[in-house]
């Protein structure tokens, strides 16, 4: 049974930082190419970064500079670091998977999701 837990979610004062945690169980996640997305309040799950098998990384532009994404295959465990948080950044943030080499962008793309992490920024 494939499962992705994400942490690391919490209540932050705009500016702050956080780093998010997704651990995999029931797959080897160095053969996934993993990904996280988010989804405010009333919106679409909107992509924000992905990170291959071979580590190739990809960004939405809307978070580019602010965010990194890394994996660490000995733990089975890709990370979101979040730097600089707006209030827009609000959001339940998910971690997904999908059994391919290559970075997607699209939620149809991904093969397993976890259940999410709520980020809230304050002002």
């Known amino acids: 049974q494939v499962q992705l837990v994400e942490a690391g979610g919490g209540l932050v004062q705009a500016g702050g930082s956080l780093r998010l945690s997704c651990a995999a169980s029931g797959i080897i996640s160095r053969r996934y190419t993993m990904g996280w997305f988010r989804q405010a309040p009333g919106k679409e799950r909107d992509f924000v970064a992905s990170i291959s098998r071979d580590s190739i990384t990809l960004y939405d532009d809307s978070v580019k500079g602010r965010l990194t994404i890394s994996r660490d295959n000995g733990k089975n465990s890709v990370y979101l670091e979040i730097n600089s948080l707006k209030p827009e950044d609000t959001a339940v943030y998910y971690c997904?998977?999908?059994?391919?080499?290559?970075?997607?962008?699209?939620?149809?793309?991904?093969?397993?999701w976890g259940q999410g992490t709520q980020v809230t920024v304050s002002s």
């Open positions: 997904a998977a999908r059994f391919t080499y290559t970075n997607s962008v699209y939620r149809s793309g991904y093969d397993y």
